[in-house]
């Protein structure tokens, strides 16, 4: 049989501002931090995976393990990552970002009845808030 | 009790060409196709999430889903992302990269044991194939 992917396990977006990424990622929205090298990223698990935010001025250099390559990489401009949340917790996060004067750009309700909240981290990558069944995913 | 981030959803790369990219994520790497937009995007389930490929001059538009918005983002230059494989699959990945003529750009056995292939997409996006154990996840 041929292998498959079975997942994602990591995730990345790029970033101005490592302070202000921990502030938004670990603070706010709840993420364990699990690696930190000043200058160059910040690494989170979530769930079953990473998001791993980088400075892509420096993530663009290759960097070495025990001598070993890992290639080099970085994007400028607005990524996007969506985040799972249950229906039931929706308007706890409306809540929260109101306090944390965040704005939220848009709120979707989608044809299935899946609901999305969007917003903006401080580096300006477009983050989602959304019920899994959007992709007809169910625990 | 504070509501948190359960997991990614969606994680997003931009690529140039989505015949291309449908080549490389649907047929070499197994994802199953769930959405696409001819000129703007192309959507993969993998595991419990979703991959979302982006044309980002596309993407850095506004869209609509009945009168509500959807963001627009859209990065340029390579992005990366990883896919969870068994260690027991290596072997395998290995030869499928070799006879798709994919080049490995670096093969990684990290310190705790955990292991990664690298190679590119056809946009340039760093792609890994990493075993869980990398970040201390187990099935």
Redesign the interface.
């Known amino acids: 049989m041929?292998?498959?992917?079975?997942?994602?396990?990591?995730?990345?977006l790029?970033v101005d501002d490592l302070r202000a990424a921990a502030k938004f990622y670990g603070q706010f929205?709840?993420?364990e931090e699990?690696l930190r090298e000043e200058g160059r990223h910040l690494f989170y698990?979530?769930?079953?995976?990473?998001?791993?935010l980088?400075l892509?001025d420096a993530?663009?250099h290759p960097s070495h393990?025990?001598q070993?390559?890992?290639?080099?990489?970085?994007?400028?401009?607005?990524?996007?990552?969506?985040?799972?949340?249950?229906h039931d917790?929706i308007a706890?996060?409306r809540q929260?970002l109101a306090e944390a004067q965040i704005p939220i750009?848009?709120?979707?309700?989608?044809?299935n009845g899946a609901r999305s909240l969007?917003f903006?981290d401080p580096a300006g990558?477009?983050i989602?808030?959304?019920t899994?069944d959007?992709?007809g995913?169910v625990d």
């Open positions: 041929e292998p498959r992917a079975k997942g994602v396990l990591e995730s990345s790029y929205l709840g993420l699990v698990r979530c769930g079953a995976g990473m998001l791993l980088f892509p993530s663009c393990v025990r070993q390559l890992i290639p080099p990489h970085g994007a400028h401009g607005p990524g996007h990552l969506a985040f799972r949340v249950d917790e706890s996060w929260r750009e848009s709120e979707v309700r989608w044809p969007y903006r990558n477009s989602e808030l959304a899994p959007l992709w995913i």
